[in-house]
């Protein structure tokens, strides 16, 4: 048996795939379904009185206001009738609004953003363009009682295989233009900064922002990774980006914010990638609300019993238990998994081998972190062994020879952490 120190190797590098965008047929479009689903996080009081009810005709790019005294909304993204309306509890205990609508063939357009499009401000980009493609932090990014010192367009996905924010670098430069000045004018920021590949820099030239380049390595992408080696800074546990005075955003939400204010229309498309069973990719555009089963279906994509559907990037992404999930602001992707290629988790102990302290990033005792989540010592966990330090990047579960789903156990420990405190708050 070789023995071998860890602390001594290199960090071993996962490369971005970079699948060339044919020019001829940059992105297939799908059509129209004949349904869709949208489901919306429930911030608010969910006990309030519902606005929105079956029966209620809806415009394209129309806002529904969902609850009685509360400033939550949706956007429609097709004119149709609303047919179903229900509550369930999502991944780690979010709260959504279901709402499934039956479209018709014929967009309406709604008018209510577009007089409101003529006056470009934060208040405006609150009201209305909260929930565009690409799912910006309007609140962060427009809060101009405290303006952020830095905003960060991120033109790089954050995990592996995905090629969605890299496709809107490359094909809407000129929306990305134009979203740069309206971004500028709504959130007061005094530095805007581009992050894109090497291979991309000639494709943000003219853009009003300064542009810096990582290399396509996975996690440099991940907002932890570029806060500490583009803009120097380090974000302490419990705190984040923007707690520093930094923003950031997805390429796409911004050229979106573009077309939004230049248009006076609501983007109601979203660009996702698509990788098959053979890791084969295809760019496509759909209205948001598509089920994953009308894309699959439009693809020619052939599911069967044990193959595992994620939303995400392999790293990072978080499988779904049917097809007929929606396509959500936030989707950047879908992976489908055939049965034969899924690697189980397991129950067996850690064997000590190092390998998630070498990987990790944010130089964790991953090992040692993973014994008080398996007790569900959450709080022992963040006291003793930097659970909230974690960049949430899943390298650990990728390297656990153990097989070990390190990754959620993190996942599940710091939301557990997080009910305790505010627990704790609330009896205070």
């Not at 060339?20 to 919306?40: A, D, M, N």
């Not at 390429?251 to 996702?272: C, D, I, Q, S, Y």
Request: proline residues 5%; aromatic residues 6%.
């Amino acid at each position: 048996m070789i023995k071998r120190p860890f602390l001594g190797l290199i960090k071993p590098k996962l490369r971005y795939p970079v699948a060339e965008i044919s020019e001829k047929e940059p992105v297939t479009e799908i059509s129209l379904p004949g349904r869709i689903t949208l489901h919306h996080e429930i911030t608010g009081d969910s006990e309030a009185v519902r606005l929105v009810k079956n029966g209620d005709k809806v415009a394209t790019g129309q806002k529904i206001n969902t609850y009685d005294g509360d400033d939550e909304y949706i956007i429609s993204p097709v004119t149709g009738t609303i047919s179903g309306i229900s509550e369930f509890t999502g991944y780690l205990g979010k709260i959504y609004l279901s709402i499934t609508i039956e479209t018709e063939k014929e967009d309406r357009l709604d008018d209510g953003f577009k007089e409101h499009s003529k006056t470009v401000t934060a208040e405006t980009a609150i009201r209305f363009l909260e929930h565009i493609p690409g799912d910006p932090d309007m609140p962060c990014l427009c809060n101009n009682e405290k303006p952020l010192d830095t905003i960060v367009i991120n033109g790089v996905d954050k995990d592996l295989l995905v090629s969605t924010n890299r496709f809107i670098v490359k094909t809407e430069g000129e929306a990305l233009k134009i979203g740069v000045e309206y971004l500028k004018r709504i959130s007061k920021s005094a530095k805007i900064v581009m992050i894109v590949t090497p291979d991309l820099v000639a494709h943000v030239k003219g853009i009003d922002a300064e542009v810096r380049e990582i290399q396509p390595v996975y996690p440099e992408a991940l907002p932890e990774m570029i806060m500490r080696k583009i803009l120097g800074r380090i974000v302490p546990a419990g705190m984040s980006c923007g707690d520093m005075g930094v923003g950031f955003v997805n390429a796409e939400a911004v050229a979106a914010l573009g077309n939004a204010f230049a248009k006076g229309e609501m983007p109601v498309n979203k660009v996702l990638t698509v990788i098959d069973k053979e890791q084969k990719s295809v760019i496509v555009r759909t209205r948001i609300g598509t089920s994953v089963k009308d894309i699959f279906d439009a693809l020619q994509i052939k599911t069967e019993n044990g193959d595992r559907v994620v939303m995400g990037g392999p790293m990072t992404g978080v499988s779904v238990f049917t097809i007929d999930m929606p396509v959500m602001r936030d989707t950047d992707a879908i992976i489908i998994q055939g049965k034969d290629q899924i690697v189980a988790s397991s129950d067996n102990p850690c064997v000590n081998c190092g390998e998630c302290i070498r990987i990790c990033p944010a130089n964790i005792p991953v090992n040692m972190l993973i014994r008080l989540l398996e007790n569900g010592l959450y709080e022992e966990a963040a006291d003793q062994y930097d659970l909230n330090s974690c960049i949430e990047c899943g390298l650990c579960a990728y390297v656990c020879i153990a097989r070990i789903p390190v990754f959620h156990y993190i996942m599940l420990g710091k939301y557990e952490f997080d009910k305790i405190k505010r627990a704790e708050e609330s009896n205070a």
